[in-house]
């Protein structure tokens, strides 16, 4: 189902369109088009059986003219520096939309976490961690989970950090547990941020959300809040839920519960009674009014995109449509509301994290949604007003929000 298209050149293509409407200067265009600085580790490993295993790891820091970089660490069999080169690059535009302080970067390393046992994840995580060290820190560039990497193995990365350092760092690392100086409200914060946005989307467009009908793509951190917060938040009926093993679907609609049990009994989603199977592929083109890819990249192409029935497209995944097949939607005139915008919310609950840590200050778990909302329905206004008077898609639209922040810092900097 996951097509061979190189991210990176997706990102670049889609701030090409961008860097095409606003006549953007040369100079911005070209530094805009490639990341900053980009570390590539190799470090050694002591495995459980007594040999020494050599792995790969990359940090990018994409471009920090708006503050230090932030971004996911992400462990992964088949990660590459062009994915990670593509991460950094939304990460980039992702903390400029919402207007956080940041600028954006994105980690990996090359490794399959189902073939580790804990004390050799532990000893991974702190061995990248030494080897990026000097490249990272609180007021530079700061980590955080993405793929295969949880609040745990941010809490040994910021133990080890400390260490090197000699004093407690809490502030280099976000997704921390919380007695480490993690923030509430982390946990669904970006499907949370996504409701945020999905309410002024639905607004605008005069849907009754209470009366929705949604289909969820993943059912991973990302989906299957998705699917809680959009029962609990509007009452919409989530009819159709997918992961990786396959799709069920109910006219009546799913109880994000009883999916969420019967998941953990089983490892997947499918089997669940009284629903019916369906494909990754028929779950993107089911007639709904809310379709939420919270899955993988390059799900809506040039060859489904025809037959994509959502009204609203919440795009919590990153990078889930192709360039080719965003000009179809546009068209079609199915919203679109893209990728770095709609899962932005992790990102500033990550910020608003960091900010607690370096005030040495926790927040109340209703002030972290009071603030998260407010950031992502700034967000939301901003990318609609650029979309409204440029005439242009949504996702051109956010990258022009967020290209002109960049190029503001980077022109006040003297850069360009
Ligand atoms: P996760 O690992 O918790 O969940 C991923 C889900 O996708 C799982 O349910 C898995 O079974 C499913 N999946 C895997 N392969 C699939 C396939 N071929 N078809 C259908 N489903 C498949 O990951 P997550 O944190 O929920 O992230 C999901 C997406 O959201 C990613 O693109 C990620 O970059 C993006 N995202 C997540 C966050 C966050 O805070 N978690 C923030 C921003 C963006």
Known sequence: MVEEINPFENAQKQLDIAAGKMKLEPSVHAMLREPMRILEVSFPVRMDNGETKIFKGFRVQYNDACGPTKGGIRFHPDETIDTVKALAAWMTWKCAVVDIPYGGGKGGVICNTKEMSEGELERLSRG????????????????????????????????????????????????????LGGSLGRGDATARGGMYALKEAAKYLGIDLKKATVAIQGYGNAGQFAARLVTEMFGSKVVAVSDSKGGIYSEKGLDWKAVLEHKKKTESVTGLKGTKEITNEEILELNVDVLIPAALENVITEKNV???????????????????????????????????????????????????????????????HENLEKKMVKAFKDVLEMAEKYKVDNRTAAYMVSVNRVAEAMKLRGWV
């Open 306 to 368: 025809a037959r994509i029935k959502a009204k609203i497209i919440l795009e919590l995944a990153n990078g889930p449509t192709t360039p080719e097949a965003d000009k179809i939607l546009h068209k079609n005139k199915i919203f679109v509301i893209p990728d770095f915008l709609a899962n932005a919310g992790g990102v500033t609950v990550s910020y608003f994290e960091w900010v607690q840590n370096t005030y040495g200050y926790y927040w109340e778990e209703q002030e972290v």
């Open 128 to 179: 990248y961690i030494r080897a990026i060290n000097y490249f990272i820190g609180p007021e530079k560039d700061i980590p955080a989970p993405d793929v295969y990497t949880t609040p745990q193995i941010m809490a040994w990365m910021m133990d080890e950090y400390s260490k090197l350092k000699g004093y407690n760092v809490p502030g280099m690392i976000t997704g921390k547990p919380i007695p």
